[in-house]
Nanobody, 126 residues
Framework: QVQLVESGGGLVQAGGSLRLSCASS????????MGWFRQAPGKEREFVAT????????YYADSVKGRFTISRDTAKNTVDLQMNSLKPEDTAVYYC???????????????????WGQGTQVTVSS
């Protein structure tokens, strides 16, 4: 069992930055992928970014490409999401997820993820 805990959410003005962090309760296996998803009120949860634990290969949703950066620290078992140039439409609850890396890859669908954190609120004011 893997427990994930997110931190770093908050309120920020449009154009600002936030850094989210997700800590895993145990060592993440090399085949795993870690991902960030978000869910805005009244909308379905959507893919934001994912990273392969072994090689650090990253994939992003088009809506955040060039603004968000996902990274992982294999020594600390953490995965971060640096969010720059934030927009009001980025407002959502952000969730960290972990998947065993079973195809299709990269894992862009939340149904592929085995473990989830509790979520952290990000609010971007205009």
């Amino acid at each position: 069992q893997v427990q994930l805990v997110e931190s770093g959410g908050g309120l920020v003005q449009a154009g600002g930055s936030l850094r989210l962090s997700c800590a895993s309760s145990r060592r993440t296996f090399s085949s795993y992928y870690m991902g960030w998803f978000r869910q805005a009120p009244g909308k379905e949860r959507e893919f934001v970014a994912t990273i392969s634990w072994s090689g650090g290969t990253t994939y992003y949703a088009d809506s955040v490409k060039g603004r968000f950066t996902i990274s992982r620290d294999t020594a600390k078992n953490t995965v971060d999401l640096q969010m720059n140039s934030l927009k009001p439409e980025d407002t959502a609850v952000y969730y960290c997820g972990a998947t065993r890396g079973i195809p299709p890859l990269p894992p862009r669908f939340d149904s592929l993820y085995d473990y989830w954190g509790q979520g952290t609120q990000v609010t971007v004011s205009s």
